[in-house]
């Protein structure tokens, strides 16, 4: 219908979502593959703090012995036979079951969770002689359900430098790769075609200030979400522990808002990595509706994609979240750049063409 009228906001936005559906589902795809073992690194960063800071009752639980009372040495071995945790312990009976029993807390062994191998007491390998072990994994692996499918291959199979140098690896190609899924985003938003390819064109020529925005992305982030919710400010004490926590978590809030501006700019216009930071803070005030609306959705579209149903990350995280939650960013605040910075640099151009248009004519 060519006489329809053009849709904007939210109707323009599912239109075109929906239209570019399948390109999304697979830029997604690829920026999965790329920052997997970084997202594996954190989540297992942040696992392991919920462990040190919870309290938990569930416990890893050797069950069998024929008298309580009477101690014997436990091992956590993982899979090159290295001692994961050792202790001698008393077996307690359990009148539920009625059992004798060696029960450990998983916070005592939570950060070597996912290595653990096998299981000895006294020397023997369980089971064996009666002795069974059942292992209850701490609630705190779940606050992504379905993660921890993704993250135990890694952990369990790869040694630890190899994954380590993936991670890293990881680190450094996160920003390049932002860029590239940032300019598809873009053109799609404008209602531009972009290739795939150029998710890979892009995050190449822009690497130098994908690096850098994006170690700074990782670095500012972690140090403000450490310092707004770290236990380690409790030390501290009084007031300076508190005035810490608020000056952190309202920098973080800026930082969420200013964030969405860098890898636009990057690959929409030619500035300096100093330029871009300082118009992305001037864009936290200028925008701050589009800013709020933008982070108001994205963590809606968490919700529902990988909180709300269990298990649900499984697909969600390969093939839709990153893409959906990442164009939602774009199409938002991209109207804040285009009026304060591509159509004043549009004009200018104009300008100049027409002045020396004019001074060739007087020629």
């Not at 500035?271 to 809606?300: E, K, P, T, Y």
């Amino acid at each position: 219908m060519p006489d329809a009228p053009k849709k904007t906001g939210f109707f323009l936005f599912w239109e075109l979502y929906i239209r570019k559906f399948w390109r999304l589902v697979t830029v997604n795809l690829l920026y999965f593959v790329f920052t997997l073992p970084l997202v594996i690194y954190v989540y297992i960063a942040i696992a392991n703090y919920l462990l040190d800071t919870a309290i938990t009752d569930r416990y890893l639980i050797i069950a069998g012995f024929p008298e309580a009372g009477v101690t014997h040495h436990v091992a956590l071995l993982d899979s090159d036979e290295a001692v994961l945790y050792s202790a001698t312990l008393y077996a307690t009976p359990n009148h539920e079951t009625g059992l004798n029993q060696i029960h450990i807390k998983e916070s005592q062994i939570g950060k070597s969770i996912f290595l653990i191998s096998s299981v000895t007491f006294d020397g023997k390998s369980v089971p064996s002689e009666g002795i069974s072990v059942s292992f209850s994994y701490d609630a705190a692996y779940d606050f992504i359900p379905g993660m921890r499918v993704f993250a135990y291959p890694f952990i369990r199979f790869l040694p630890q430098n190899v994954f380590n140098a993936l991670a890293v690896l990881s680190i450094l190609l996160y920003g390049p790769i932002m860029m590239g899924v940032t300019y598809v985003y873009r053109n799609f938003a404008r209602e531009e075609h972009a290739w795939i390819s150029d998710v890979f064109s892009r995050g190449v020529s822009n690497i130098v200030q994908g690096v850098i925005f994006g170690l700074l992305d990782i670095v500012i982030t972690a140090s403000l979400v450490i310092s707004a919710f770290g236990n380690f400010l409790t030390e501290v004490g009084g007031l300076t522990s508190v005035a810490v926590q608020i000056i952190a978590r309202i920098g973080l809030v800026v930082f969420i808002f200013a964030r969405q501006y860098f890898y636009l700019q990057a690959v929409t216009i030619r500035l300096s990595v100093a330029q871009i930071v300082m118009n992305s803070l001037r864009f936290v005030l200028i925008g701050f509706v589009r800013n709020i609306i933008a982070v108001a959705a994205c963590a809606i579209a968490t919700f529902v994609l990988v909180l709300l149903i269990p298990q649900s990350a499984l697909l969600t995280l390969p093939f839709l979240f990153y893409s959906l939650t990442g164009f939602i960013t774009v199409f938002t605040v991209y109207p804040v750049v285009k009026r304060y910075i591509i159509d004043p640099a549009t004009i200018d151009i104009d300008q100049n063409e027409t002045e020396e248009e004019a001074t060739t004519d007087d020629e």
